[in-house]
């Protein structure tokens, strides 16, 4: 029989635990945070043998609202085209667990958060943290929540990047790991654009050195343009010319002026605009940190294959033909990696011009690679059809 799985607070946010009370969570800064919240939402429930727990991992602009309405802006959970009744991960069949990110800005601490030992918002006092970081308050949460081992951990971006971590560091609790369009380390390239948006956000007079919430203000217009510059490494030169084209805004001529003459420069400036709305600044900074942080081999003396030596977890790798910021190669040293150490490797490459966004976007490839994956693992861990 189906159990119902112990939640917690339930706010906008969903469900909002403490976690690190009796024994801090240690951060690979060295600092020690504890107690702390994360937020999370849960779909499905939990089977009697309790196996059938999914574990989704959110990329750098997402939140735990994986496929349910998002409180702050209306829209459709961000991969709900995957998760739902009769997709890939469908919760009749699976307990799907999403948390919002250590540092995040939906309920998880974060620099937004109140530091109990000043009354006011971290700042910039709030620790550096890293993707283990995230994994390891994950892993707090799973613990929490009275699951030993996840069928699945599964995520695109910055989520595979949590993917890899968790496959690496609690290989005996993780069944299946399915990292989409991502990288064992971030690139100098990569690292490149995140200086870029971080410096837009610290150059706007209104980020005060980190402590805008004392003066309440928002560096609004350095996050839009972090935002914008970020978004066009998502998509590809393709997809931007089958879009937009040189196609101009609501004129039939040019202005010859600085107002949004192309459609291209009005899409993007209403990514950025409405980004700021539901996203902190501050959490900008911290997040994108963690992700140029990320280097598995490093953690290993170079040599990605030792991350993951001796596994018995069940890989798929996915990959995109025109992702330019995950690009195929940078999967391919993961799937060489494995094979290095016998592991059970799928790897697919899938022919699309969307871009790097292409894991968020009605991709039939994908959604038949993820299915066909995970329903022929869930058979053979005797985890019933929906």
């Known amino acids: 029989m189906d159990q119902p799985i112990e939640t917690h607070e339930h706010n906008r946010e969903g469900f909002t635990v403490t976690l690190g009370k009796e024994s801090p969570l240690k951060l690979d800064c060295g600092v020690e945070l504890g107690p702390f919240t994360v937020a999370y939402q849960t779909y499905g429930t939990l089977n009697a043998e309790r196996n059938n727990t999914v574990l989704v991992c959110h990329a750098l602009s997402g939140d735990q609202f994986v496929a349910s309405t998002h409180p702050l802006t209306g829209k459709p959970g961000w991969w709900h085209i995957l998760v739902g009744p009769g997709r890939p991960l469908d919760p009749d069949r699976y307990f799907i667990v999403c948390a919002n990110v250590l540092g995040g800005c939906m309920g998880t601490v974060g620099p937004a958060s109140k530091d109990p030992n000043t009354g006011h918002p971290y700042g910039l006092s709030f620790p550096v943290i890293t993707i283990a970081d995230m994994v390891r308050a994950q892993a707090m949460l799973i613990d929490h929540l009275g699951i030993e081992k996840l069928f699945c951990v599964i995520g695109g971006s910055m989520g595979g990047m949590q993917v890899l971590q968790w496959a690496s560091m609690y290989p005996d609790r993780v069944y299946t790991a399915v990292p989409v369009g991502t990288a064992a380390r971030h690139s100098a390239q990569n690292i490149a654009f995140h200086e870029v948006g971080r410096q837009a956000i610290m150059a706007d007079p209104e980020w005060r050195g980190g402590q805008y919430y004392l003066h309440g203000t928002t560096p609004r217009a350095g996050l839009a343009v972090a935002r914008m510059a970020a978004h066009i490494t998502y998509l590809s030169e393709a997809a931007l010319r089958r879009k937009f084209g040189r196609k101009l805004q609501d004129r039939k001529e040019v202005t010859y002026g600085f107002d949004a003459d192309f459609q291209v420069e009005s899409y993007l400036r ?3 605009i409405t980004f700021v709305e539901r996203f902190d600044p501050n959490s900008y900074l911290y997040i994108t940190r963690a992700m140029d942080y990320f280097d598995m081999a490093a953690e290993h003396g170079g040599v990605l294959a030792k991350s993951f030596k ?14 330019w910021l ?7 040293e993961i799937v060489h990696a494995l094979n290095a150490v016998a592991a059970d490797v799928s790897f697919v490459e899938i022919e699309t011009d969307k871009g790097h966004d292409a894991f968020l976007l009605d991709e039939p490839e994908l959604h038949m690679t993820l299915g066909g994956f995970l329903s022929a693992a869930a058979e053979r861990a005797g985890i019933g059809s929906p």
């Open 310 to 323: 001796g596994t018995a977890v069940r890989f798929c790798l996915v990959s995109f033909s025109s992702d």
């Open 270 to 272: 209403h990514q950025g």
């Open 326 to 332: 995950f690009p195929t190669n940078e999967m391919r």
